[in-house]
């Protein structure tokens, strides 16, 4: 073989490991590769979904139902929606272009119970003129709830968009915001 039948064999041994779970917000697939979680499905996502992302950023993969591999996600997810866990310490495998994936960086910075608007975000990642760049990231976000995106709202403090609805996004932020202080410690 060359080099690059050997880098293309390589590729297409990638396997992506799947998992569905119950929620107090519905049913979420999540997908995990070696290198950690690297995509997260909300209920009524707005039309991308998991077989899109496979598409996009794992095409040759293969694709197993191995529980095992997203345990770890599965547990903290779960907490976070159950009993308010505040922080994840899940290995994230992110896909994505350089500038999504530095407001992405950005976005695991905005602490428990916070909010910042996108105009906040762009000037962080030193794009201030970038909002509506910020906003398509959000909307890129592959792994929501781990990388808090329901954390940006507009600069008027209207909600601005998200991948599982203005719903759930209200309620998520209700959620963190009710929370004691002394409960965001975890």
């Known amino acids: 073989m060359t080099c690059c039948s050997d880098l293309l064999l390589w590729i297409a041994m990638e396997?992506?490991?799947?998992?569905?779970?119950?929620?107090?917000?519905?049913k979420l697939r999540v997908a995990s590769t070696e290198q950690g979680?690297?995509?997260?499905?909300?209920?009524?996502?707005?039309?991308?979904g998991l077989g899109a992302w496979l598409q996009r950023h794992a095409p040759d993969a293969d694709c197993d139902a191995e529980i095992g591999?997203?345990?770890?996600?599965?547990?903290q997810i779960l907490e976070y929606l159950e009993s308010g866990r505040t922080k994840f310490d899940v290995p994230l495998d992110l896909r994505g272009t350089p500038f999504q994936k530095d407001v992405w960086s950005r976005l695991l910075e905005i602490p428990y119970g916070?909010?910042?608007s996108?105009?906040?975000v762009a000037r962080s990642v030193g794009r201030p003129k970038a909002v509506r760049?910020?906003?398509?990231?959000?909307?890129?976000?592959?792994v929501a709830l781990i990388v808090p995106c329901h954390r940006v709202i507009?600069?008027?403090g209207s909600l601005g968009g998200y991948g599982?609805?203005?719903?759930?996004?209200?309620?998520?932020?209700?959620?963190?915001?009710s929370l004691p202080c002394e409960s965001r410690l975890l």
């Open 154 to 156: 507009a600069a008027d």
């Open 118 to 120: 996108y105009a906040d």
């Open 15 to 26: 396997t992506v490991h799947i998992s569905e779970l119950s929620s107090p917000i519905g």
């Open 69 to 75: 591999r997203n345990q770890l996600a599965i547990d």
């Open 164 to 177: 599982g609805g203005a719903d759930l996004k209200r309620r998520l932020l209700a959620m963190e915001q």
């Open 37 to 48: 979680l690297a995509y997260l499905e909300l209920p009524h996502a707005s039309g991308r």
């Open 133 to 142: 760049a910020v906003g398509m990231a959000n909307g890129a976000n592959p």
């Open 114 to 116: 916070d909010s910042c």
